[in-house]
């Protein structure tokens, strides 16, 4: 699995900086006239503009959402697949003045749903259960940046990311200096040789218990490591939003061959300007947590407001 997981990681950040660099180039005309103003476009896409640029999704919908017993584990909620309401905000706001770059992003996810599990037993077939909690998320970043080259940056790495309900348990907050290369306003990478890393178990219930790699009567362990991440917010075509972050941490303190990654995926397809598709792809990886690849998905319908 360590294997699976190095590979995977490379596989993902690989996929997302292609995205990104794909989307720059979306859009050409097959014919002459068109491949013009196409690339005329395209150039002034790729420069990062001076001052804010905001860009988010707002999303209520009902939705199907379904998870494996890996993301079950840590998360809570069931190996099934689920019908209820979710709530969804993806959020980035940015600026740049001059040659300083500061780059931020908001995430968050939270439903509430009945399952329907399979039970040979029941008389149906299925069995259902009480409305219960099925996805909860959170996590914000910031990055601070000072050019040393074209679309290079020194910079100062924050995050934190946990879930709404029993905050902090588990909670991951990063904190360190980095690299950060931006060529657009759409795309940006960044990877450090060392990024601190505090994991946090801060619930009475959890702290008698070796859980997350937090020792048993301890609220946080500490470790350092490399650390890499590729985000993408792109327009895929005219009425789909693109919103993708994948990250890779190894700890150099504890086990630098298991590495934690984490793959987060979600499109917005705009029917008018107050309803919306969604569908999310979620994948995790992080054997301190269990040691098995966590994946979720969840496919929605609902009020939608994508704004700038």
């Known amino acids: ?73 840590v998360k809570g909620g069931g190996n099934t697949s689920f019908f209820g309401v979710k709530g969804i905000i993806s959020y980035n706001f940015n600026k740049k003045t001059g040659t300083t770059n500061w780059l931020n992003s908001f995430n968050g996810r939270y439903a509430g749903s009945s399952s329907s599990i399979y039970d040979p037993a029941a008389p149906n077939g299925h069995t259902s259960s009480p409305f219960t909690k099925s996805d909860d998320y959170l996590n914000f970043s910031s990055i601070y940046g000072k050019e040393f080259s074209k679309n290079w940056s020194y910079a100062a790495f924050f995050s934190l990311e946990s879930q709404f309900e029993r905050f902090m348990t588990p909670g991951y907050i990063k904190l360190g200096p980095a690299f950060l290369y931006k060529p657009s306003d759409h795309f940006n990478f960044l990877f450090s040789p060392v990024m601190a890393n505090v994991t946090t178990k801060l619930t009475a219930s959890s702290k008698p218990y070796l859980l997350f790699g937090v020792d048993s009567g301890k609220i946080a362990a500490f470790g350092l490591g490399a650390y890499a991440r590729a985000s993408v917010t792109t327009n895929l075509s005219k009425g789909i939003l693109y919103t993708s972050t994948a990250d890779v941490y190894s700890n150099y303190l504890k086990n630098p061959a298991n590495m934690i990654l984490n793959w987060n995926n979600l499109f917005a397809f705009t029917i008018n300007k107050y309803i919306a598709a969604t569908l999310s792809l979620n994948f995790r990886y992080n054997d301190l947590e269990v040691a098995r690849m966590q994946t979720q998905h969840g496919i929605g319908l609902g009020f939608n407001y994508t704004f700038k």
């Open 1 to 73: 699995m360590k294997k699976a997981a190095y590979l995977s990681a490379l596989s993902l950040i690989g996929f997302t900086v292609t995205q990104a660099q794909s989307s720059t180039n979306a859009g050409v005309s097959s014919n002459a006239d068109g491949a013009i103003k196409s690339t005329a476009k395209n150039k002034a896409d790729t420069s990062v503009k001076e001052g804010w640029t905001r860009e988010g999704t707002i999303n209520i919908s009902l939705t199907e959402l379904g998870q494996n017993n890996s993301w079950t584990a």
